[in-house]
T-cell receptor, first 113, second 116 residues
Framework: ETGVTQTPRHLVMGMTNKKSLKCEQH?????MYWYKQSAKKPLELMFVYNFKEQTENNSVPSRFSPECPNSSHLFLHLHTLQPEDSALYLCASSFDWNTGELFFGEGSRLTVL | AQTVTQSQPEMSVQEAETVTLSCTYDTSENNYYLFWYKQPPSRQMILVIRQEAYKQQNATENRFSVNFQKAAKSFSLKISDSQLGDTAMYFCAFMKRNSGTYKYIFGTGTRLKVLA
């Protein structure tokens, strides 16, 4: 069983839809991250939360809206997306002053039509 | 700004043989960490090995070892006795601590296929 769970695993949406991605970690970590993974490109950091507070927004378009109600849950709300937003969205978590390791979920594969 | 370069988009190796994946990075920092992560097909990314920049000794984890050349800003991964389960995307990453969280810069990845 993975310590970081992402749902849904696959999502297809139209450009006018509103949907959300969910991430839950069972590891007691304080920090959670959203990354975007596109083919042949480095992983792109989108948002970072530390103890529920957003500490980094990497110039992400406003059509992506994160929410972190507590240290175990992280959401990414999606609305009016573009086809170029199609990608694998990875959630990760980490523990303050530990080995520096990120623990990843399996990802949510998003297709925007 | 830091950058990480993986110049080998794809590689293949015969089972039981040894393969080396290349990674170079650019930074003006002196204290940082380097990682190799593995992403098997349709599965989660997991840590393979980590190296602290202040340590001269190369890290090893069972069949996985690194060749860390700080002056040359090079961080290659050697996989010995390759197994079919090693088939995956491998990402090299540079990391700096940032007030309780970790700021990672990832490379574009190397797709490794282990052949039976």
């Amino acid at each position: 069983e993975t310590g970081v769970t992402q749902t849904p695993r696959h999502l297809v949406m139209g450009m006018t839809n509103k949907k959300s991605l969910k991430c839950e970690q069972h590891l007691g970590h304080n920090a959670m991250y959203w990354y975007k993974q596109s083919a042949k490109k480095p992983l792109e950091l989108m948002f970072v939360y530390n103890f529920k507070e957003q500490t980094e927004n990497n110039s992400v378009p406003s059509r992506f809206s994160p929410e972190c109600p507590n240290s175990s849950h992280l959401f990414l709300h999606l609305h009016t997306l573009q086809p170029e937003d199609s990608a694998l969205y990875l959630c990760a978590s980490s523990f303050d002053w530990n080995t520096g390791e990120l623990f990843f979920g399996e990802g949510s594969r998003l297709t925007v039509l | 700004a830091q950058t990480v370069t993986q110049s080998q988009p794809e590689m293949s190796v015969q089972e039981a043989e040894t393969v080396t994946l290349s990674c170079t990075y650019d930074t003006s920092e002196n204290n940082y960490y380097l990682f190799w992560y593995k992403q098997p097909p349709s599965r989660q990314m997991i840590l393979v090995i980590r190296q602290e920049a202040y340590k001269q000794q190369n890290a090893t984890e069972n069949r996985f070892s690194v060749n860390f050349q700080k002056a040359a800003k090079s961080f290659s991964l050697k996989i010995s006795d390759s197994q079919l389960g090693d088939t995956a995307m491998y990402f090299c990453a540079f990391m700096k601590r940032n007030s309780g969280t970790y700021k990672y810069i990832f490379g574009t990845g190397t797709r490794l296929k282990v052949l039976a």
